[in-house]
C-alpha cells in the first residue's frame, strides 16, 4: 500500500480499512488479521496499526473478542453508517471544491447529473 | 512508566575535537525512533555512547536506571557490534560466537531470521554482497533479546528490495516493548516506520517530535520535517 506522507499513517489505514468493509472484501463478522500480521502487509510500525484499530473499535465498527482478535461488527446500522459517512466526506470534498468556483447547488447536480451521463456512456463504447 | 533512556548534559570530545555538546534526550518504551542527520553529524557516535563503546564523556546515560558502561553494553544490541568480527568466519561460527558471548541471544531466532533473509551460513563474512551483508547484521542484532536496538544506516548502499526484506524483518522481529533507534540521513526509506524523529545538528539535538504531530500538526511529511533544519544552510553543513 503506497502511503501519503503528509498524511498520519494511522489514519490511512482506517481509510484503507473502512474500503475493504465497504467493498465487502471484509464482510459483517470477518476476522481482521492480527496487529503484527497487518504491520508487515502494510509495511508499518505495530504501534501505528494499533491506533487505528482501537479507533475503530471506538467507532464500534470493529469489535474485539478476548483473546481472538477484532472482528467486523455484524451490526448493519453501524456499517450502513460507515459507508454514508465514507461517501458523504468525499462528496464534502467535491462540493467545496466546486463552491470554491462559484457554482451553485443547482448547477452541481446539472453538472454532476451530465457528468454521470458521460461516464455511463464512455463504459458502453 | 519512566523513560527508557534518559541523556542528560551529554558532551564528548575524540582527540580535541568537540563531537557532541549539551545533548539531552530521553527515548520511551516501545518505539521505533528515527536519528536523522547530516552525515558527520554525530549519529554513530551518539549510538557508540549510549551502546557504552564510547566511554569519555560528560554528562549522564542512563538506560533503565543504569549509568556504568559496561551494564549498558549488555543491555543494547548495536548493529556495529559487528564491525570487530574477522572478515574471514563463516556466518554460522560468528552465530555460534554470540551465543556464547551474550546470554539474550537466541540461536533458533537467529536461524528463523537467516532463513527468512536468504542467508546461507556456509559463506564466509567477506564473500557476502553488501545487501547480504546488511541482512547478516539484522539477523545478528534481532536474534539478541534486549529492551534497545540501535541500527546504524542500515539501509545504506541496498537496493530495494533488500531494504524491504530488512524492514519486514524489523517489523516482525521487534520484541514488543522494546525500542529501536534507527540513524538515517535518507528519511523516506523508514518514515512510514518511525512513532518519533530526533534531529542532530550542530553537534546536539535540535528537535524531537512526534511523526503524527509533524504530518497532523505542522501538515509536513516526515521528510520536509528534516529538510527544514537544513534551509539557508546548504553551503556550511
Not at chain 1, 3 to 13: C, E, L, N, R, T
Request: cysteine-free; overall charge negative; hydrophobic content about 40%.
Amino acid at each position: 500500500m503506497e502511503f501519503d506522507d503528509k498524511v498520519p499513517i494511522y489514519y490511512q489505514i482506517k481509510q484503507y480499512i473502512y474500503k475493504e468493509i465497504i467493498v465487502n472484501r471484509l464482510k459483517p463478522g470477518a476476522k481482521l488479521p492480527a496487529v503484527r500480521q497487518l504491520a508487515v502487509k502494510l509495511t508499518v510500525n505495530v504501534n501505528t496499526v494499533q491506533r487505528a484499530l482501537s479507533e475503530l473499535v471506538n467507532e464500534g465498527i470493529l469489535k474485539p473478542q478476548r483473546g481472538k482478535g477484532n472482528f467486523v461488527t455484524t451490526d448493519i446500522s453501524v456499517l450502513v453508517d460507515l459507508r454514508r459517512r465514507v461517501v458523504e466526506g468525499q462528496l464534502a470534498m467535491v462540493y467545496d471544491r466546486l463552491a470554491e468556483l462559484q457554482i451553485t447547488p443547482d448547477e452541481m447536480i446539472q453538472y454532476l447529473t451530465n457528468y454521470i451521463d458521460q461516464r455511463k456512456e464512455q463504459s458502453h463504447d | 512508566m519512566t523513560d527508557l533512556l534518559a541523556i542528560k548534559d551529554l558532551s564528548y570530545k575524540r582527540n580535541m575535537h568537540t563531537i557532541l555538546t549539551d545533548l539531552s534526550l530521553t527515548l520511551p518504551h516501545n518505539a521505533i525512533i528515527g536519528l536523522l542527520g547530516a552525515n558527520g553529524a554525530g549519529k554513530t557516535t551518539l549510538m557508540r555512547l549510549i551502546a557504552g563503546s564510547a566511554t569519555e564523556f560528560h554528562g549522564e546515560i542512563r538506560l533503565n536506571d543504569e549509568t556504568a558502561a559496561s551494564i549498558r553494553k549488555s543491555m543494547v544490541s548495536f548493529s556495529e557490534q559487528l564491525a570487530g568480527l574477522n572478515p574471514g568466519m563463516k556466518l554460522n561460527q560468528i552465530a555460534d560466537f554470540y551465543d556464547r558471548v551474550y546470554p539474550d541471544f537466541v540461536r533458533a531466532d537467529f536461524d528463523k531470521l537467516a532463513q527468512q533473509l536468504e542467508l546461507d551460513l556456509q559463506k564466509r563474512l567477506n564473500q557476502l554482497s553488501k545487501g547480504n551483508q546488511r541482512k547478516f547484521t539484522i539477523a545478528i542484532t534481532f536474534a539478541r533479546h534486549v529492551q534497545l536496538y540501535l541500527l546504524d544506516e542500515p539501509f545504506n548502499g541496498i537496493d530495494s528490495m533488500n531494504r524491504k526484506k530488512i524492514i519486514a524483518s524489523i517489523i516482525q522481529w521487534k520484541p514488543e516493548m522494546a525500542t529501536i533507534l534507527i540513524s538515517d540521513h535518507h528519511v523516506t526509506d523508514i518514515a512510514n516506520l518511525l512513532d518519533q524523529v530526533i534531529v542532530v545538528q550542530h553537534q546536539t539535538v535540535v528537535a524531537q517530535e512526534k511523526a503524527d504531530t509533524i504530518r497532523e500538526k505542522h501538515n509536513q511529511s516526515i521528510e520536509d520535517y528534516y529538510e527544514s533544519f537544513y534551509e539557508g544552510e546548504n553551503e556550511h553543513d
